[in-house]
């Protein structure tokens, strides 16, 4: 499709969601909320990320059009309320690409581009009164491998080799616990819990994303088992 078109394709489908939203519109699309469009959003993330994965580009095609009606579906409602639409949605994050990209769209340094990047979005969420604790910079609900792979991201870089000997403690000190149990299950958590950070530590000193990781690794046991 010819660039030109992106506009007139967009605003036809900010229309048909509006009509699907009218008194005169689809029963099931007027009760709905974002509370309720949460489920749909994840299904067709995870969707298009196997489409990804299997390389198919019809696929894609159609599950980025399902996920682009997820963003269209949310603003509409939020139009209704007077908060924000479509329009506006896209206008923040037009600044905000620029906004964090000085180097490109400003007189910044590229060498400095990493730096300059974590510094204007602290500054973002100073702006909307955020705190910058690490805590609260991360989304509460992120999948907990995806959470430890942002936090091993703030640590300091180690080589492989120093992860792969905090492996090896990790399970020495839980091979120890499985040939004397102890009473309290607790520090089997704590044994097993030093064991996958630091697996997923490994996995980002290797460049390696250790959601994506589990997830194929999962999907070939999965092929393996069968039915």
């Known amino acids: 499709m010819a660039e030109q078109n992106i506009p007139s ?21 007027k009760i709905q909320t974002p509370e309720t469009l949460k489920p749909y959003i994840l299904e067709e993330a995870y969707e298009l990320i196997e489409a990804i994965d299997n390389n198919d580009s019809v696929e894609i095609c159609s599950e980025l059009g399902d996920l682009l009606l997820q963003v269209v579906f949310i603003a509409q409602i939020f139009s209704e309320q007077n908060k924000f639409d479509l329009a506006e949605v896209a206008h923040s994050i037009c600044n905000k690409l620029t906004r964090r ?21 602290q ?18 609900n992120l999948p907990a491998l995806k959470k430890a792979t942002k936090v091993a991201k703030k640590l300091e870089l180690e080589k492989p080799a120093t992860h792969i000997s905090n492996i ?7 091979s120890k616990l499985i040939e004397e ?9 704590i044994a ?19 959601e994506d990781l ?14």
């Open 192 to 210: 097993l819990g030093n064991l996958l950070f630091n697996t997923v530590q490994l996995s980002h000193s290797l460049h390696i994303d250790a």
């Open 9 to 29: 394709e967009i605003l036809n489908l900010v229309k048909i969601m509006a009509t699907l939203r009218s008194p005169a519109g689809c029963p099931w699309d």
């Open 101 to 121: 990209h000085p180097h490109v769209f400003a007189d910044a340094s590229a060498d400095e581009h990493a730096q300059r990047w974590e510094e204007i979005k």
């Open 168 to 174: 090896q403690r990790s399970s020495s000190s839980l």
């Open 181 to 189: 149990p102890p009473t309290n299950k607790k520090q089997y958590e």
């Open 123 to 140: 500054q973002e969420r100073l702006e909307r009164g955020k705190s910058n604790k690490l805590e609260d910079r991360i989304p509460s």
């Open 214 to 227: 589990l997830r194929k690794k999962t999907m070939q046991v999965m092929k393996e088992i069968g039915s």
